[in-house]
């Protein structure tokens, strides 16, 4: 009987992992969607710091319309053409009162001693506004006197120092804040809070040079019309006075209420 030899083919032992290009697949679409949550937490963020912003407005509205109510000399039309009332002692030891003219928003606080509570007028321009420094501001605050147990304070130096401490509050609360009040008892009154939002940009504006047309520029608000039949709804609301020379990048909130 002839003898049979039988073939057996050895397994093959060759590993089968990963090649390099499925690892490759794998970081690219790793990193898209590491990029995406990037992209998704900056806009969040954006998002996060102007709903603040907002928040803080209606907060800052309801503080003044509260402290309106209760003194009514904070809405004098001293406060909208930028002078103020204040109290000076009579040779009786009382207070009498007298109106200080308006002073110009460059008049300085150095110059002119009797500005105080003067050279913030409401009335004032957002640029005019951010060139009173805070130590100023601070600095008014604390000439009222209207504070500690032998303070003698009467309603319209509580205005002055009311007005003067809500002002500190909006620059504080909002990014570059400054703040247009217009109006008085009579007429009704319209307290527009403007801050700074470097986020209030248009994609498709050209750059100074006109190089490209995909970097972003700062916008300007709409601008309130002067015909007040024209204004509605959301442009009502969020439109930026002309009187307050808001510049490109500053968003407006308008409210109104009668006292």
């Known amino acids: 009987m002839p003898n049979v030899h039988i073939l057996i083919q050895p397994h093959s032992n060759r590993a089968r992992g990963v090649t390099l290009i499925e690892v490759l697949v794998a970081i690219v ?7 995406g949550i990037a992209g998704l937490q900056v806009a969040t963020t954006k998002f996060k710091l102007g709903s603040q912003a907002r928040a803080a407005t209606a ?32 040779h009786a030891g009382y207070s009498s009162l ?10 300085t606080y150095a110059n002119n001693p009797d500005a105080i509570g003067i050279s913030y007028p409401t009335g004032s321009t957002w640029a005019n506004q951010q060139a009173i420094s805070d130590t100023t501001l601070q600095t008014q605050i604390n000439a009222v006197a209207c504070e500690g147990s032998n303070a003698i304070c009467i309603p319209a130096d509580r205005a002055t120092y009311d007005m003067l401490s809500w002002r500190q509050r909006v620059r504080n609360s909002l990014p570059q804040g400054a703040v247009f009040v217009t109006g008085d008892r009579s007429t009704g009154v ?31 608000a709409t601008q309130c019309s002067t015909v007040a039949s024209t204004n509605f709804g959301l ?23 009668m006292p």
């Not at 609301?237 to 968003?251: I, Y």
Request: net charge negative; with cysteine.
């Open 59 to 90: 907060s800052l509205y309801a503080d003044y319309a509260d402290l309106a109510r209760l003194n009514p000399d904070m809405l004098g039309k001293s406060w909208v053409s930028g002078g103020r009332l204040t109290a000076v002692p009579d």
């Open 190 to 220: 319209v307290v527009t809070l403007m801050w700074l939002d470097k986020d209030n940009t248009d994609q498709t504006a050209t750059t100074n040079d006109g190089t490209s047309g995909t970097q972003p520029n700062l916008v300007l």
């Open 29 to 35: 679409i790793l990193s898209i969607g590491l990029l």
């Open 235 to 257: 442009a009502r609301q969020t439109c930026c006075p002309d009187a307050a020379a808001a510049p490109a990048g500053v968003r407006c909130n308008r409210f109104s209420f």
């Open 98 to 107: 007298y109106a200080f003219p308006a002073y110009s928003d460059t008049a």
